[in-house]
């Protein structure tokens, strides 16, 4: 699988719409993870892509849900926001990088700067 970052759901939205008339894209299928947003297909030899988002907020996966993006970004954000708020081992985005370095550099895996 190769994902690829994309800054806004504009941009996901305008991605989606020319996948969804492209030649040879299959299986396109929008997902919410609580920690991104993403667009899922198959290229014409069957790579599977990811398109996507991150999320200010952080989730254990494996998790999704289908993604509507005919809502406005508000609206995605509060209902991605509220169902990550009632997942276990939910908490900022921010605050689930600072951990994982930390765990990483007392483990040796990561050299402190």
Known sequence: ???????????????????????????????????????YCEDPEGNRLELSKESEWYIPAPISWPLDLSLSDDEILAQTEARCRETDGFMMRADWKARARAELISSGRLEAE
Not at 5 to 16: A, G, M, N, T, Y
């Open 1 to 39: 699988q190769l994902t690829f970052r994309l800054p806004s759901f504009d941009e996901l939205r305008r991605v989606d719409k020319v996948l969804r008339g492209a030649d040879g894209a299959s299986k396109v299928v929008n997902i919410c993870h609580g920690n991104s947003f993403s667009i």
